[in-house]
């Protein structure tokens, strides 16, 4: 807490004779570091409070400018220490402004309150006509926001969930706007209505009405030229650059945003990525990417996804207007040029191309490719379990995750293979065993979801589902042996028991977070009944999900031991996990020789083509070896892919060592 004192009249004096004005100078209080001689034309009204001008800043190019006011008119404001406001062309009213702040050539920086700083506004997400509008504060995670846009069923809830927000809303309510330490507000326009955090760089934007810039020292916020922001919540980490415009949207934790893309009723959660092209009423969950001018994003839902360029979607069938939505599962993505009509839902991990007007529902068909052919629907199950693409991208988004503040908003699960998206593949199965029975297993292809299966892909997607099943299976088994390593029968058992009575049943994909629904049931139970009481509790409850995942996998996994494979895991012998293990190891195998085989395509000669300008075939080859590497076997990620399958190998051994050992 600084000690002020009004000032002498030898600093009045010496403040008159530098130009400054005040209606009141008794209203106009300082700290003993404060020294006049740093204040020049400058215009005071109101309370207004000064620190010490200590400092001097180095600008980029050699230049130097001593802290202090030049040129600013400032009407209560608090101002701290070593901090350099100069060219205000208008006026800063109603401030709290921290140490070290450099503002300099803006036009206005006013509250005009009481306000919320965007906490509490709704985006109407999915559905522009309304209906499932997410309120949106500092600390939304994605999971909130899933439950508050989906679970409309739940209306007690929802009421309960946005009366929180409100409450927290109405804590952060103030007629005084703050600006935190150390920011740099620089050659910008307009800015009323919003809290800004310490260590943000705020360049050359022309708008910022009533929003909260939620930057700190560990994950600062950038937000650059030409920016046009109006009702926002922009959290730690984010970048929002180059003549971007948004209106009513939450910008989560490290996202990006630039070269003049436009959002509007949208959310964008942990790492998103936005470039050049348009979303609209979008609930863009964590890892969503677009890149490309010519793409717009509408009334859906994604996460772990990446649009291709062209890529669009449609909302309304000029009937009754904006009002339908469709949802994209994880992972899934869009080819250049694809078209959905919505409503439709595609499954995790799958791949749309062409146009789409069907309104496909492919939730039980995960990893598939949607192609259009002479507007039908051809789908192929479980293919992109064949595809290289699906594990670099599997691999890339744990090490593309910026966030750098110790507190993360969003619970981000990126197993590729889960309970979530295992049990659909079950369910997969049983449809495709389904359709074959139904159409006999010689036809050429098969209708589903107004779409089509043809032969060889039902029975390849089985192949594939099959191979991916052994591969989890396997995969919770050995976790388990290796992390409690048993001596005997009695422990070997005893392990391979639950340790949590959570997990059995549906599993959820709330935006990143793989839960089982009954543990996501009860805490709605609890939000409905008032045991949790505040937004924090909800996302520890979500963080106790998050923690807990590996304990509810293996609960869910023993489940699906007895149901898939008729064994009681937990009274199973030893030959038969070391079966089980044998069976892992292969599925491994396989999977990763047809990732590798996959990955040879891009080494073919027609891969080759526009390499090696103007020459021969020989610096058509040597030309394209030195862009893309020396040889195939060279490549990173084929050796990844080899080096995968010699740890698995060494996996194997070891967990066959362990039940080896196991005694009576």
């Given at each position: 807490?600084?000690?002020?004192?009004?000032?002498?009249?030898?600093?009045?004096?010496?403040?008159?004779?530098?130009?400054?004005?005040?209606g009141d100078w008794s209203k106009i209080y300082v700290t003993d570091a404060f020294d006049a001689r740093h204040v020049h034309s400058t215009r005071f009204s109101g309370v207004v409070k000064l620190g010490g001008f200590n400092r001097t800043f180095e600008l980029a190019g050699g230049m130097t400018k001593h802290s202090g006011l030049y040129h600013a008119t400032l009407h209560n404001v608090e101002i701290g220490d070593d901090c350099c406001i100069e060219n205000v062309k208008n006026y800063i009213a109603n401030y709290r402004i921290g140490d070290g702040c450099f503002i300099e050539n803006v036009d206005i920086i006013l509250t005009d309150g009481p306000t919320s700083f965007g906490n509490g506004v709704e985006a109407s997400v999915m559905n522009e006509t309304g209906?499932?509008?997410?309120?949106?504060?500092d600390r939304l995670s994605a999971q909130q926001a899933y439950v508050m846009a989906l679970y409309r069923h739940r209306g007690k809830a929802i009421e309960n969930l946005r009366k929180m927000i409100r409450e927290y809303a109405d804590s952060v309510t103030s007629d005084t706007g703050t600006i935190g330490d150390n920011v740099t507000i620089a050659d910008a326009g307009y800015i009323k209505n919003v809290r800004i955090g310490s260590y943000a760089k705020i360049e050359g934007y022309s708008r910022l009405k009533n929003g909260s810039i939620n930057s700190n020292s560990t994950a600062p916020v950038h937000i650059g030229v030409g920016v046009i922001g109006d009702d926002f919540v922009i959290c730690s980490g984010s970048s929002v650059d180059d003549s971007v415009t948004f209106s009513r949207c939450f910008i989560g934790q490290c996202v990006k945003l630039g070269h003049g893309y436009s959002a509007s009723d949208s959310l964008f959660f942990s790492n998103c990525q936005g470039e050049n092209g348009e979303a609209c009423a979008i609930f863009a969950g964590p890892f969503t990417v677009t890149h490309h001018k010519s793409t717009l994003l509408i009334a859906g839902m994604f996460s772990f996804m990446n649009a291709g360029s062209g890529s669009n979607q449609s909302n309304h069938m000029y009937k009754l207007g904006p009002i339908h939505q469709g949802i994209m599962e994880r992972g899934a993505k869009t080819a250049s040029d694809s078209y959905i009509l919505w409503p439709a839902r595609i499954g995790a991990f799958s791949l749309v191309m062409g146009r789409h007007t069907n309104h496909q529902d492919t939730s039980n068909l995960?990893?598939?490719?949607?192609?259009?052919?002479?507007?039908?629907?051809?789908?192929?199950?479980?293919?992109?379990?064949?595809?290289v693409g699906t594990i670099r991208?599997?691999?890339?988004?744990?090490?593309?995750?910026?966030?750098k503040d110790p507190e993360q908003l969003d619970c981000i699960n990126y197993n590729l293979l889960s309970p979530y998206t295992i049990r659909k593949m079950i369910r997969g199965c049983g449809i495709l065993r389904e359709l074959k029975a139904i159409s006999g297993p010689y036809s050429d292809a098969y209708a589903y979801q107004s779409g089509k299966i043809r032969r060889s892909s039902l029975e390849k997607g089985l192949d594939l589902y099959g191979l991916a099943i052994d591969k989890f299976m396997g995969n919770s088994?050995?976790?388990?042996?290796?992390?409690?390593?048993?001596?005997?029968?009695?422990?070997?058992?005893?392990?391979?028991?639950?340790?949590?009575?959570?997990?059995?049943?549906?599993?959820?994909?709330?935006?990143?977070?793989?839960?089982?629904?009954?543990?996501?049931?009860r805490l709605l139970d609890d939000v409905?009944?008032?045991?949790?009481?505040?937004?924090?509790?909800?996302?520890?409850?979500?963080?106790?999900?998050?923690?807990?995942?590996?304990?509810?996998?293996?609960?869910?996994?023993?489940?699906?031991f007895r149901d898939w494979y008729g064994v009681d895991i937990t009274e199973a012998s030893p030959e038969y996990l070391m079966s089980m293990v044998r069976r892992w190891r292969e599925s491994v195998v396989k999977l990763d020789e047809i990732l590798i085989e996959d990955a040879h395509k891009e080494f073919s000669l027609s891969m080759m083509t526009s390499f090696g300008a103007d020459g021969d075939a020989e610096s058509l080859k040597a030309d394209f070896e030195n862009v893309r590497g020396s040889s195939f076997e060279n490549n990173a990620f084929v050796r990844s892919l080899r080096e995968h399958i010699e740890k698995k190998t060494a996996l194997e051994k070891a967990a066959l060592q362990i039940l080896e050992n196991i005694t009576e």
């Open positions: 807490m600084k000690n002020y004192r009004n000032l002498t009249s030898e600093e009045i004096q010496l403040l008159q004779s530098q130009a400054c004005f005040a209906g499932r509008e997410v309120m949106f504060y995960p990893f598939s490719y949607l192609i259009e052919d002479q507007n039908t629907t051809y789908i192929m199950p479980g293919i992109n379990l064949h595809s991208d599997a691999q890339k988004w744990p090490r593309r995750d910026a966030r088994l050995i976790s388990r042996l290796q992390r409690f390593e048993p001596k005997n029968l009695e422990e070997l058992h005893s392990i391979l028991r639950p340790t949590s009575p959570i997990g059995l049943g549906k599993w959820l994909d709330l935006s990143g977070l793989l839960a089982p629904k009954t543990e996501v049931s409905e009944s008032g045991a949790v009481k505040d937004v924090e509790m909800v996302n520890e409850r979500f963080r106790e999900m998050f923690d807990n995942y590996y304990d509810y996998e293996w609960t869910w996994a023993v489940e699906q």
